[in-house]
């Protein structure tokens, strides 16, 4: 992982570990002891360096290694988030070359997944549940999306939905998000957005995930569904 000063000032940087429960519907909270103890990937990790200094336009390689007496069970998982605290936060910090994060108010989360040198991720896939669009507040259609988790690991990946805007017109893309994951507390999880439309025609939806990270290049789902009439205070949605 390397860290930039993309400011005009000098920085200082220190890190530390995290351990945050995901929820389904995204966001994060707090791990009870319980689950750290479950979980926690930060007592078989060391990251050097902790703390540094950046001038401005500087990067810095930050290494992670796992500890030598470390060894994980097969279709064990670890994980926690690495904090890149900003000490002096008078503009951006870039954080180049990482995966899935969570931001913070003065503090950018990086999730390190620690699994056993056995594991297969063939044993992991996604599946598309239902779907549901709903009418926003402003008038606007959302759609909530339900993946469901299957198999021992966290998976993360992309979500694509395609469809047309008018009747008998070509697909084309509608709402496409990234860095989304469903880690081993989450069976499931429910991804919602707006679709920046007020009114779909009579036609079809098409949801595709794909994977990303170590998944990359694998269409994890793919679900077409149908449809059906809208009206300007509510949506009848969608079926197979």
């Known amino acids: 992982m390397t860290v930039g000063n993309s400011t005009n000032q000098n920085k200082t940087i ?17 791990s009870t002891i319980t689950e750290r103890l479950d979980r926690s990937a930060a007592p078989h990790l060391l990251v ?10 500087e990067q810095r ?15 064990v998982e ?8 900003l000490t002096d936060n008078n503009g951006p910090l870039r954080k180049v070359d990482t995966g899935l994060h969570l931001d913070m108010a003065r503090a950018v989360s990086v999730p390190v997944i620690l699994r056993s040198e056995e594991t297969h991720l063939l044993d992991n896939s996604v599946q598309i549940g239902d779907a549901k669009l709903r009418r926003r507040a402003d008038g606007g259609l959302a ?22 805007l008018f009747a008998g017109s070509k697909f084309q893309t509608l709402h ?13 999880r429910t991804v919602s957005f707006p679709l920046g439309v007020q009114e779909l025609p009579e036609s079809t939806l098409s949801v ?17 569904f149908v449809v059906e009439a ?9 079926r197979d």
Do not use: C, M
Not at 66 to 73: A, K
Not at 78 to 85: I, N, Q, T, Y
Not at 233 to 238: F, H, W, Y
């Open 78 to 85: 670890k994980r926690s988030h690495l904090v890149v605290h």
């Open 176 to 188: 496409e998000q990234d860095n989304i994951a469903l880690y081993t507390e989450n069976e499931n």
């Open 48 to 57: 050097s360096p902790a703390r540094f200094h950046l001038r401005p336009g």
């Open 143 to 164: 759609l909530d999306v339900l993946l469901e988790r299957i198999g021992p690991h966290s998976v993360y990946g992309k979500l694509r939905v395609e469809g047309a």
């Open 14 to 30: 220190h890190l530390d570990w995290k351990d945050l429960t995901a929820l389904e519907n995204g966001t994060y909270r707090d």
């Open 230 to 238: 809208q009206s300007k205070t509510a949506v009848k949605g969608l």
């Open 61 to 75: 390689q930050i290494e992670i290694r796992v500890r030598s007496e470390t060894h994980l069970p097969e279709k």
């Open 208 to 224: 595709t995930f794909t994977g990303s990270g170590e998944y990359a290049g694998s269409i994890f789902a793919k679900r077409l």
